[in-house]
């Protein structure tokens, strides 16, 4: 099956845009003004965390990418609204790419499926984890297109007693996402 003919299920809702993606950020920024801002470039998943930091860190804030993928910035009391800024600025230059926050489609939701079954399932098993039971490939995708029943490996899990870093590093919780989206 095409892309063309697996059309987004999205459960109804418009096709998530860049103007939708720039008020979520303005809401989420706390600011209550917005500097004017040009996008540069959208940026890969993988991208993302490094052009967030290399961007913040050129505005004054030194970032760090972790290990895992997230970022410690470095800032100073009274600093607040200005970080504020700068993050919003860098998100705005460098955003992820929209494809990556569309709802997944029919295949794409079978690739999940095949993932959790093949890969990240024994992952989590081997690192001791309770996993629950895996539905019915058509279960899943059909009740996860729908938000009727979707399911996750994780659901079943108790997450306090597990170092989850560690974890998903050793057990990514999705696909690679070149698998995915082809990229």
């Known amino acids: 099956m095409s892309n063309e003919d697996d059309p987004l299920d999205n459960g109804g809702y418009a ?18 003004s917005w500097p004017e801002v040009e996008r540069v470039r959208y940026v890969s998943q993988e991208d993302w965390p490094t052009e967030q ?19 410690t910035t470095k800032s100073t009391e009274g600093q607040q609204e200005a970080l504020a800024e700068a993050s919003y600025t860098c998100e705005v230059q460098y955003p992820m790419d929209l494809k990556y926050s569309q709802a997944p489609t029919r295949t794409q939701l079978r690739i999940f499926y095949g993932y959790y079954r093949d890969t990240l399932i024994p992952c989590l098993q081997d690192y001791g984890v309770e996993t629950g039971s895996l539905p019915s490939e058509e279960t899943f995708v059909e009740g996860t297109a729908s938000g009727s029943a979707s399911w ?18 050793k057990c990514p919780s ?10």
């Open 152 to 169: 996750t490996p994780y659901d079943a899990m108790n997450l306090e007693t597990v170092d989850t870093a560690e974890m998903n590093q």
């Open 15 to 32: 096709e998530y845009t860049w103007d939708d993606f720039v008020e979520k950020l303005k809401e989420m920024s706390g600011l209550k």
């Open 53 to 71: 930091a290399q961007c913040l860190s050129t505005l004054g804030f030194p970032t760090s990418v972790e290990s895992d993928g997230s970022f």
């Open 174 to 183: 999705s696909p690679p996402s070149e698998i995915l989206y082809g990229n």
